[in-house]
Nanobody, 127 residues
C-alpha cells in the first residue's frame, strides 16, 4: 500500500505563494496518478489538479489554471503543488491523493478512483 503525507500549508497574504508537498511511501507510488483536492470550511470537496504517472499529462480546475502548477518527482516519491497569486477563496484544507487515472479525479472530485488519501494540510489566505 501507499501512505501519503502532505506538508507546506500555512498562512499567506493575498497575492502570495506557497508550495505544498506530498511525500509517499510504498512500493507502487510511481505507477499511481496523483492529484490535489481541497475542502473549505462548510463546503464540499473540490478537484484542484491531477497528473498522470509519467508526469506528461495534467488537468487543472478552471479556478486555479494559470496560478497553480503540479509536478511529480517519482525518483523521490514526491509530488508538489506550486501555488502563486493566492486568493482568499483558495483557503481550504488541501489533500493529496493517489489513484488510477487523473481524468477520473477531475470528473468525480475524488468520489471515485482514489486508492489513497493523505490527511491534509491547511492553507489560509488572508485578505
Amino acid at each position: 500500500q501507499v501512505q501519503l503525507v502532505e506538508s507546506g500549508g500555512g498562512l499567506v497574504q493575498t497575492g502570495g505563494s506557497l508550495r505544498l508537498s506530498c511525500a509517499a511511501s510504498g512500493r507502487t507510488f510511481s505507477k499511481n496518478a496523483m492529484g490535489w483536492f481541497r475542502q473549505a470550511p462548510g463546503k464540499e470537496r473540490e478537484f484542484v489538479v491531477s497528473i498522470n504517472w509519467s508526469g506528461n499529462r495534467t488537468y487543472y480546475a478552471e479556478s486555479v489554471k494559470g496560478r497553480f502548477t503540479i509536478a511529480r518527482d517519482n525518483a523521490k516519491d514526491t509530488v508538489h503543488l506550486q501555488m502563486n497569486s493566492l486568493k482568499p477563496e483558495d483557503t481550504a484544507v488541501y489533500y493529496c491523493a493517489a489513484g488510477v487515472t487523473p481524468q477520473t479525479m477531475l470528473v468525480s472530485a475524488g468520489v471515485y478512483g482514489i486508492n489513497y488519501w493523505g490527511k491534509g494540510t491547511r492553507v489560509t489566505v488572508s485578505s
